[in-house]
């Protein structure tokens, strides 16, 4: 069982997160998948399919969760955002490229088995006779649910590139004119109908509520580095797309996700929420970047 568990903890943990967003949760889910298999029986109850197991009980562990969290998120002061995962700025694909921020933003907004449905078959292909064990409903019904929700993240999930390389200038591009504060630049690299969430979970100054339109978008970016002594931008992969660190008077800010389009910005998701910034801190330990560079571009604007 001990390597069953190990060569589908990955894939395990991917499945809990994309259900929740929420990677403390989902590694505890996962966690708890491991212990009840373990104290599953032996001999004639033994488990044909471990892995088979695994997915079904982490599903419904983390359904439940979402579940329990729903009424937590409605009281949240301001947008709830997912947890950032944070790599290097290698060109790396993680588990998480197929759940990005700005996906898991969309799936916030479905039913918690809408959700569950959509990650299992959609991102991670499990047929419906599985996904229908793991959330306890008929194959019917959870053919149906997957309708409603891929419609519903058709119409939500905001235009997005599949070139890394390609989004990977936009991104730096976007840093470039935030660190100098180019408003007109902003506005060029920004899509029209752009959509900005800044999650601060009532700790941290942050938007209420959800800005729009490339003009109120660059104005709110370049409103929150005045008065500030340096603010650096560090290129960092944020769910296995290109995204950005934010260090304010060398400590840090916040993770930027980007989403990008046709060479422009489409949705910005900002994290600033200490609590889902821990990961990041051990990151980024020891000394984030030679900062020369930044303060002369700061100085220029």
């Given amino acids: 069982m001990v390597r069953e568990f190990l060569e589908a903890k990955d894939r395990l943990l991917g499945i809990a997160y994309g259900i929740t967003g929420?990677?403390?949760?989902?590694?505890?889910?996962?966690q708890d998948a491991w212990l009840r298999l373990s104290?599953?029986?032996?001999?004639?109850?033994?488990?044909?399919?471990?892995?088979?197991?695994l997915v079904v009980t982490t599903s419904r562990l983390a359904l439940?969760?979402?579940?329990?969290?729903?009424?937590?998120?409605?009281?949240y002061v301001g947008p709830w955002l997912p947890e950032p995962l944070v790599d290097g700025p290698e060109d790396r694909v993680t588990m998480a490229e197929s759940v990005n921020m700005a996906l898991l933003v969309v799936l916030e907004t479905l039913s918690p088995a809408e959700r569950t449905v959509f990650v299992l078959h959609e991102v991670f292909g499990m047929p419906f006779a599985e996904v229908a064990e793991a959330v306890g409903r008929t194959p019917a019904a959870?053919?149906?649910?997957?309708?409603?929700?891929?419609?519903?993240?058709?119409?939500?999930?905001?235009?997005?590139?599949?070139?890394?390389g390609q989004q990977k200038q936009v991104?730096?591009?976007?840093?470039?004119?935030?660190?100098?504060?180019?408003?007109?630049?902003?506005?060029?690299?920004?899509?029209p109908d752009v959509v900005l969430n800044s999650d601060g979970g009532g700790q941290v100054k942050a938007a209420r509520n959800p800005v729009f339109g490339a003009d109120k978008v660059a104005r709110f970016l370049v409103g929150i580095g005045r008065n500030l002594a340096t603010v650096d931008y560090r290129s960092v992969t944020v769910n296995g797309w290109a995204g950005l660190v934010r260090v304010v008077d060398g400590r840090l800010h916040s993770v930027l996700a980007?989403?990008?389009?046709?060479?422009?910005?489409?949705a910005i998701d900002l994290v600033a929420n200490p609590e889902k910034l821990t990961r990041v801190h051990v990151l980024l330990d020891p000394p984030l970047i030679d900062n020369e560079r930044t303060r002369q571009l700061w100085n220029r604007g």
């Fill in 22 to 30: 929420d990677l403390g949760a989902a590694e505890d889910i996962v």
């Fill in 39 to 53: 104290r599953a029986g032996t001999g004639a109850d033994a488990i044909d399919d471990v892995t088979g197991w």
């Fill in 64 to 75: 439940d969760y979402v579940r329990s969290a729903r009424f937590r998120r409605e009281q």
């Fill in 142 to 164: 959870v053919r149906q649910l997957a309708a409603r929700a891929r419609k519903h993240v058709r119409a939500r999930t905001p235009r997005y590139d599949l070139d890394h």
């Fill in 171 to 191: 991104v730096e591009a976007f840093a470039r004119a935030c660190v100098g504060r180019d408003l007109d630049g902003l506005v060029r690299l920004l899509d």
């Fill in 258 to 266: 980007l989403t990008t389009a046709d060479r422009r910005v489409t």
